[in-house]
């Protein structure tokens, strides 16, 4: 089983949808956790580190829960622009830094 | 702007062959990572080293990978002797981490590997 999981997609919505991933998780001990944002051959970028009490930044809503080892990330009001491989990242232990496969997402206009 | 530069960007080369893949990290960040993306696989964690120590590297092919940092300025990932099934992007990544506080990741733009 890989430390991070992810629904590879792709996920298809059109503009100005809502659209949800959500990121499983293995390792109990995590401490820190992350979604970046990769665009077609490009390098990873970070969007958004995730609180344990969840945090928003614009349209961007990060969740952590704990107890069931899930990050998600909700895009509302979604832009022809969110097109992109969404990667979840996990502080797994002692600085070492899992990312997930990622989940593609595109928006159609 | 302060960026981790990767050198080579690509490089295409024929089985058998010795690869070796640089990486300056941005100054004063104490964590170098390395990654390798192919389609079938997402980003594979490699290697890392904090202030130049490797922590972990039980990601890496042992008999044909190595990784060392010879200085704070430069990290290298070598393969000895390449096989096909090595072709991939390989990123490197350095960040700032202070106590249990991990930081931000910033990338290289990768080195484009393919190996016939």
């Known amino acids: 089983r890989k430390e991070v999981e992810q629904d590879p997609g792709p996920f298809n919505v059109p503009e100005g949808a809502t659209v949800a991933f959500n990121c499983t998780y293995s390792?109990?001990?995590?401490?820190?956790f992350f979604w970046y944002r990769q665009d077609c051959r490009k390098e990873p970028k970070l969007l958004m580190s995730v609180y344990s009490s969840g945090n928003e930044d614009g349209r961007f809503t990060a969740q952590l829960n704990r107890a069931s080892q899930y990050i998600s990330l909700l895009i509302r009001d979604s832009k022809l622009s969110d097109s992109a491989t969404y990667l979840c990242v996990v502080d797994s232990s002692a600085s070492k830094i899992i990312f997930g496969s990622g989940t593609r997402l595109s928006i159609r206009p | 702007d302060a960026r981790v530069t990767q050198t080579p960007r690509h490089k295409v080369t024929e089985m058998g062959q010795e690869v070796t893949m640089r990486c300056q990290p941005i100054l004063g960040h104490n964590t170098v990572f390395w990654y390798r993306q192919t389609m079938m696989q997402g980003l594979e964690l490699l290697a890392y080293f904090r202030n130049r120590a490797p922590l972990d590297d039980s990601g890496m092919p042992k008999d044909r990978f190595s990784a060392e940092m010879p200085d704070a300025t430069l990290a290298t990932l070598k393969i000895q002797p390449s096989e096909p099934r090595d072709s991939a992007v390989y990123f490197c990544?350095?960040?700032?981490?202070?106590?249990?506080?991990?930081?931000?990741?910033?990338f290289g733009e990768g080195s484009r590997l393919t190996v016939l």
């Open positions: 990544a350095s960040g700032l981490r202070q106590g249990a506080n991990t930081g931000e990741l910033f």
């Open positions: 390792n109990s001990a995590s401490q820190s």
